[in-house]
């Protein structure tokens, strides 16, 4: 049995990449894992892959109906939420002056809007429980700016400041609110962004003090940690894996 055993675990942006890795690592901890991902098949796969008593359950988490239908659907199935992980993200490089703002709209949408809506149908049940876990995947973008990511960088900012502030509020109630900053990371979308450009990928690996990127089961690890009752006293903290990228 593992520390998270039976524990009801949303993870969002499951179905690739970071999310997944966090959907694995929870399900090895003994997490009963509700994958969830804007790709239905990507979520499926997953949560098949993982076995058990994990299932997939789809959401677009820049939309407060969709997000709402979903924790619906898990308080129908389980009665409970231990555990929500905001991971879904989503980002477009370039520099700001040249951006589109529908693409602001659409990163904003994802990466805070989306973390407000599940934090907004879950945390009434975690409070009515007197006990819950939630971890939102920031990033060092946020702690210290990143060239060429502007809007993401306020974005992921925000998910930071709002959770410290959100892990005041319900801190009486029994629920821990903390954070995951990731460097960057070896995962497709890193390659989509420009990370499969051999140049990029070496000056990036040269600033990283502990040269190499991330692996995505490293940013699980931390993940699976703050989840979890070793994390008993530990809120409204940010923690940053990211091989020494950012200090603090």
């Not at 970071?18 to 991902?37: C, K």
């Not at 659907?73 to 700001?96: H, I, M």
Request: some cysteine; aromatic content about 4%; hydrophobic content about 45%.
């Amino acid at each position: 049995m593992g520390d998270l055993e039976g524990r009801i675990s949303i993870v969002t942006g499951a179905g690739r990449g970071i999310g997944r890795a966090i959907a694995e690592a929870l399900a090895a901890r003994g997490a009963t894992v509700v994958v969830s991902d804007l790709d239905a098949s990507s979520g499926e796969e997953v949560a098949a892959a993982l076995g058990g008593p994990a299932v997939a359950i789809p959401a677009d988490v820049s939309s407060r109906g969709s997000v709402d239908a979903m924790a619906a659907a898990v308080l129908e199935r389980f009665g409970r939420v231990d555990v929500l992980v905001n991971n879904a993200g989503w980002d477009v490089a370039g520099p700001f002056v040249e951006s589109d703002p529908a693409d602001w709209d659409r990163v904003v949408g994802i990466n805070l809007y989306g973390m407000l809506h599940t934090c907004r149908a879950v945390l009434p049940v975690m409070v009515g429980q007197g006990a819950g876990a939630v971890v939102n995947l920031g990033s060092d973008a946020g702690r210290v700016g990143s060239s060429g990511e502007a809007v993401y960088s306020a974005a992921k900012g925000g998910v930071i400041a709002f959770t410290k502030a959100v892990a005041r509020e319900t801190a009486r109630h029994g629920v821990r609110v903390n954070c995951v900053s990731p460097g960057p990371t070896d995962t497709a979308l890193f390659a989509s962004m420009g990370g499969d450009d051999p140049k990029l990928r070496e000056a990036l690996v040269r600033a990283i003090p502990m040269r190499r990127l991330a692996r995505p089961e490293e940013i699980a690890a931390a993940v699976a940690f703050l989840a979890s009752d070793e994390a008993g006293f530990v809120t409204g903290q940010t923690l940053s894996v990211s091989g020494g990228l950012t200090m603090s």
